[in-house]
C-alpha cells in the first residue's frame, strides 16, 4: 500500500529514474529541488526562461502566474491566472494549475489537476490524479514534531517535519477536503467533499469518512 510501486505508474513522470531508487514516495521529497536542478539542462524541448525554470514551449503559462526556481513545467500543462509555484516543483505534461493555487516542493505526474485555490506542498500526485477546488495537503503537524505514517497499530517514521499527502493514480479529492499530514491514498480512490483524510486509504475505495470506507463496485 505504501511503496512507490503500489501507487504510481512512472511512466508518467520525468522523475521516473529519480524515484525508482526508493521503496517510499516520501523518500523523495527532500532530494525534488536537487532532482529538478540536475534534469532541467537535459531536456531538450524545453525553454529556460529564467534561472532554473524549465518550460515546454506549447505550456499556456499566464502573464499573473509565479514560476519559482527551480521548477520544470511540462508539455500542453496550462499555468492560470495568480497561480504561485513556490519553487522545487515537478508539473508532468497535460496538467492544470489554476486560479490562486501554490505549490511547493512536489512533484505532479501527468494528467494531474488542481484547478482551484489548492495548497499542495511536500507532497506527489499521481497520474490523471485531481484536487477538488478549495482542497488542501496540510504538510506540518500542528504540535511540529516529525510526520509518522499510520495504518491502524502500524507506524513508519518519516523523520521529516514537512510532508503532506502522496495520492496514487487516479484519485480523486472532493472540494474543500483537507488531507492531514503523512496522508496516503492508494490507487482509483475516491475521497468525499468537506472530508478530514488522516493516515492511509487503501486503493479502489470511496473515503466517506474515517470509519465509513467502501470498497468500489466493479
Known amino acids: 500500500m505504501y511503496t512507490i510501486n503500489?501507487?504510481?505508474?512512472?511512466?508518467?513522470?520525468?522523475?521516473?529514474e529519480w524515484m525508482e531508487q526508493y521503496t517510499y514516495p516520501w523518500e523523495m521529497l527532500k532530494d525534488i529541488k536537487t532532482m529538478i536542478l540536475e534534469l532541467g539542462p537535459t531536456l531538450e524541448d524545453y525553454e529556460e526562461i529564467s534561472p532554473n525554470v524549465w518550460v515546454h514551449p506549447s505550456a499556456a503559462i499566464?502573464?499573473?502566474a509565479y514560476l519559482g526556481a527551480p521548477c520544470i513545467i511540462g508539455a500542453n500543462t496550462e499555468i492560470r491566472h495568480c497561480a504561485f509555484i513556490r519553487g522545487s516543483a515537478l508539473v508532468g505534461e497535460n496538467c492544470v494549475v489554476g486560479n490562486s493555487v501554490e505549490l511547493k516542493n512536489v512533484i505532479?505526474?501527468?494528467h494531474v489537476q488542481t484547478p482551484h485555490y489548492n495548497y499542495v506542498g511536500d507532497s506527489i500526485l499521481g497520474y490523471c490524479s485531481h484536487m477538488?477546488?478549495?482542497?488542501i495537503t496540510s504538510n506540518v503537524k500542528s504540535d511540529k514534531t516529525l510526520?509518522?505514517?499510520?495504518?491502524?497499530?502500524e507506524q513508519i517514521e518519516t523523520g521529516l517535519k514537512k510532508f503532506g499527502a502522496m495520492l496514487g493514480d487516479h484519485v480523486e479529492v472532493g472540494c474543500n477536503s483537507v488531507l492531514n499530514p503523512g496522508t496516503i491514498i492508494g490507487r482509483d480512490t475516491n475521497v468525499?467533499?468537506?472530508?478530514?483524510?488522516?493516515?492511509q486509504?487503501?486503493?479502489?475505495?470511496?473515503?466517506?469518512?474515517?470509519q465509513e470506507m467502501v470498497v468500489k463496485e466493479k
Not at 503500489?6 to 521516473?16: C, I, N, Q, S
Not at 468525499?192 to 493516515?199: D, E, K, T, W
Open 147 to 153: 510526520v509518522v505514517v499510520k495504518n491502524g497499530a
Open 192 to 199: 468525499y467533499p468537506l472530508s478530514r483524510v488522516r493516515g
Open 6 to 16: 503500489d501507487l504510481y505508474d512512472l511512466d508518467h513522470t520525468l522523475a521516473k
Open 132 to 135: 477538488g477546488a478549495g482542497s
Open 108 to 110: 505532479l505526474f501527468d
Open 62 to 64: 499566464a502573464p499573473t
Open 201 to 210: 486509504v487503501p486503493a479502489h475505495s470511496i473515503y466517506k469518512n474515517e
